[in-house]
């Protein structure tokens, strides 16, 4: 099973993330989205953030979420390469994601992301977990 994949919208840019769990398939759209990024295997885990959201359904969680990465992102000047999430019943998300400064003579820039959206944003679940977004670029 892939982790993630990117499919086409006009300007901006669509993924799908899968996991075994939801909480795996929130970790691979976190990794999915720092790709889009950076290269985030050039991404050294030096430095770790916790923070938890909390969301009236699934699909507002993983906004929530995907909007809190882009925010430590921006306030830190971080990438980040590694992604723990735990959610329970209630909705309310745990993660811890690792990174590290953001050095451009080292780490590859690809492409700005400007905002999450709603737009065909996506929770389910068949065989695996299945989370899909489209970023604003």
Known sequence: ????????VTA??????????????FENAGLAIFNIISDTSNVEPKKEISFK?????????????LEELLFYHEIEFMLFS???VEI???LQLRATIRG??????????K??????????MDVRK????????????
């Open 1 to 8: 099973m892939k982790n993630y994949e990117y499919f086409d």
């Open 12 to 25: 901006d840019i669509g993924f799908k993330a899968y996991g075994e769990s939801l909480n795996e398939a």
């Open 53 to 65: 959201v909390r969301s009236e359904d699934e699909i507002s969680l993983l906004y929530d979420f």
């Open 82 to 84: 590694e992604f723990h």
């Open 88 to 90: 329970d019943d209630m």
């Open 100 to 109: 590290e400064a953001i050095d451009w003579d080292r780490h590859e820039r």
């Open 111 to 120: 492409t700005e992301i400007k905002a999450i959206t709603y737009h065909k």
């Open 126 to 137: 068949t065989d695996i977990f299945e989370v899909q977004a489209i970023v604003d670029l």
